[in-house]
């Protein structure tokens, strides 16, 4: 069995998690813990408070306790708004307190973008063009080229959460383009599980989504591979491992 932990802040798309358990089909155990809001915002100043140190490490001995093998903040905003060199610093902060390799959805979407082979990509943000440009600028600083940005300015979490299979794709059209290689959806309040082969029919390309690419880190982080095409081009490269 390979357990893998998440923090999640607060309660929104986190359903997402058992759901694909259920889609690795593997011997694979996703443990999620909560950790504090504070305010739900999508502003850049509530963002960087939500990844304060001392609110990750909440949740840390939890997952220890579980039996993580790896942990990944599951919250794209909360990384990427620290800048490059920031959520760095933030993942080996949280890597040290865990006593665990460890990462964050943020340089998930940059790792998973390498791993399928995509160097252009289209971006379908949730969040405000402030914020979605910082996103924007994160992808650069990882060696990804940001072709069309498509920002729907929702303010908080707990209404992206309610969104639906129509507008999440409504989401991935606004932003696709013809010179797109791959469309990611940057937002772990958003649920995308159920929805991965319909957008990728829909769109003709690879789609990474928030959860879906976070749970794909932790993987790596483990040196586990596993196929499973119920959650997209992401999880059917080579070499695979199933159980």
Known sequence: MTALGFLYPGHSGEDDYPRIEQLLGSDVRLDVVH???????HRVDALRRLGAPERLADGVGQLRLAGA?????????????HGWDGAQQQVRALAMAAGMPASSTSFAF????????VGRVAVGATYPDDVSGLFVEFLRAGGVEVTALSSAGIVTAAEVGTWDEERVLALARAADGPGAEAVLLPDTALHTAAY???LEKELGKPVLTANQVTVWEALRLTDRRVNAPGLGTLFTREPLVQV
């Open 196 to 198: 991965l082969p319909v």
């Open 110 to 117: 940059v790792h998973a973008a390498k791993e399928i082979g």
């Open 35 to 41: 950790t504090d809001v504070g305010e739900d915002a």
């Open 69 to 81: 093998e790896a942990i990944v903040w599951a919250c794209t905003g909360g990384g990427f708004v």
